[in-house]
């Protein structure tokens, strides 16, 4: 079946950029999606991309796609305290509301001074 | 608008007992959904739904029912609560359109003794 996988965690230095790294399985994925966990709370999307774009950059955030590889990754430039929170990959095969989403198990980013 | 909310934020139960969480947006979206969130597992899809009267498994759905009777409410019930139902819950909601994007509520963590 689809899988999402990303690596657990990852710990920079306050302002480092930040590259959090996602694999996926499925080649019929038609957006795929950066969501942030904050503690206590539930997940906000943060950015997504398109799988016919190979960059999407939004402010200090730029995503890349490498659909040959099913590579995404996620930059943060200029890392901050406040990016602390776990960030979650995910992808989905659909154009609908009710297209399957497959979530990945999320990475913790640490910042440290 | 107060988004997607869910009650209660913390709950203990003994084994064997029943209960029923609640999960309710005011955004008018058709499309909901419960996950259950497991440390290193991600999120994995209970239950969703396309609209009212309509319902239907995701990925783990034993040991759990739904029900949509309005757009805006969508519970979720726990039959006969075991220890493997301990878990983060979330609820979410998306509108019908373009890249389904999923607004999370805050979560409800759940103990079964």
């Known amino acids: 079946g689809e899988d999402v996988e990303q690596s657990l965690f990852l710990s920079v230095r306050e302002r480092d950029s930040s590259v959090i790294n996602c694999t996926y399985t499925d080649s019929s994925s038609t957006y795929l999606y950066w969501y942030k966990q904050e503690p206590g709370a539930g997940l906000q999307l943060l950015t997504y991309?398109?799988?016919?774009?190979d960059m999407k950059q939004d402010q200090r955030l730029t995503v890349l796609l490498n659909k040959k590889d099913k590579h995404l990754s996620l930059r943060i430039a200029d890392t901050q305290t406040g990016d602390s929170a776990i960030y979650f990959c995910a992808e989905s095969s659909g154009y609908s509301s009710a297209s399957k989403i497959i979530f990945g198990s999320g990475t913790r980013l640490s910042i440290r001074p | 608008n107060a988004g997607v909310t869910q009650t209660p934020k913390f709950q203990v139960l003994k084994t064997g007992q029943s209960m029923t969480l609640q999960c309710a947006q005011d955004m008018n979206h058709e499309y909901m959904s419960w996950y259950r969130q497991d440390p290193g597992m991600g999120l994995r899809l209970i239950h969703y739904s396309v609209g009212a009267g309509i319902t239907d498994q995701g990925e783990v759905p034993n040991g759990y029912n739904v029900s949509r009777s309005t757009t805006e409410d969508f519970p979720l019930r726990l039959l006969s609560a075991a220890p493997s139902q301990t878990s983060v819950y979330f609820c979410a909601s998306s509108p019908v359109g373009t890249y389904n994007e999923q607004f999370f509520g805050p979560g409800t963590r759940l103990t079964v003794l």
């Open positions: 991309i398109f799988s016919n774009m």
